[in-house]
């Protein structure tokens, strides 16, 4: 064998090879958990709102319930259940795979498409409890 | 030799390590407080207000919360490091991300602790 490669780390992807069908499904997941990150980081505001109205008075639990009703709070409250549960199951996959738990090729795709799967149904569980 | 710069990674075990104790941390309280609620099932403002009032879950929900944020801080921070390449305007969004995380736990400490 000839001399060692030295990859460049950490590798840095463009957007256009990130939403393209180049990625495989590893990278997905490990996109799709920057992007839920992101989006749970923006919504913290409504988040600790909702929370705060909930819990200070019978009023503002009412104006809580009010506004959580309203269609387009219900589908940003739905988009951040997933984005929460993805980056829980997404989260403790990066945790096994620290532990150099799964890290073959094949158990690794294997575990991303569980990720994928699992976090929509407990997305579909959760909005089924809580709107 | 590593080129340190100010708006960089903070370098070393520390980050890498916070980053999945305050995971750990929120995994668990996640899971915890599904169970509570599932158990209590609280359908009123009494209810609800009383199972965040419990000091136990009070502190460990303000728990999660600074887990939760020390959490964003660095995941948000890696964010700017990819993406925002001018060092003076990652500087402004690094101590933007600070400051309202920073504010964000006097919020949660303010909603909990009210109760």
């Not at chain 1, 090879?17 to 839920?36: A, E, K």
């Not at chain 2, 590593?2 to 075990?13: E, K, P, Q, T």
């Amino acid at each position: 064998m000839a001399g060692i490669t030295i990859k460049k780390r950490p590798k840095y992807l463009n957007f256009t090879t990130l939403v393209s069908n180049r990625l495989p499904v590893m990278g997905r997941v490990s996109f799709l958990h920057r992007i839920s990150g992101a989006a749970l980081f923006f919504c913290l505001p409504i988040l600790l709102w909702l929370f705060g109205a909930s819990l200070t008075s019978p009023e503002s639990f009412a104006t809580f319930k009010s506004v959580a009703a309203l269609w387009p709070v219900k589908v940003i409250l739905a988009g951040l259940i997933w984005a929460y549960a993805h980056h829980f199951c997404a989260g403790i996959r990066f945790l096994l795979l620290d532990l150099h738990i799964g890290v073959e090729k094949e158990a690794a795709a294997k575990s991303a498409i569980a990720v994928l799967v699992v976090s929509i149904l407990l997305t579909l569980i959760l909005w089924g409890i809580l709107l | 030799m590593i080129n340190r710069i100010v708006v960089g990674a903070h370098y070393g075990l520390r980050d890498w390590l916070v980053q999945r104790a305050t995971a750990v941390i929120m995994a668990v309280y996640s899971v915890l407080i599904v169970a509570v609620l599932c158990a209590v099932r609280p359908s009123t403002f009494e209810a609800w207000q009383g199972v965040f009032a419990n000091g136990v879950i009070k502190f460990m929900t303000f728990l999660f919360c600074v887990s939760l944020f020390y959490h964003t801080w660095i995941g948000v921070r890696d964010i700017w490091m990819d993406y925002a390449k001018p060092i003076s305007v990652r500087l402004v969004l690094h101590v933007l991300t600070i400051t309202v995380l920073v504010g964000y736990t006097g919020w949660a400490a303010a909603i909990l602790w009210r109760l």
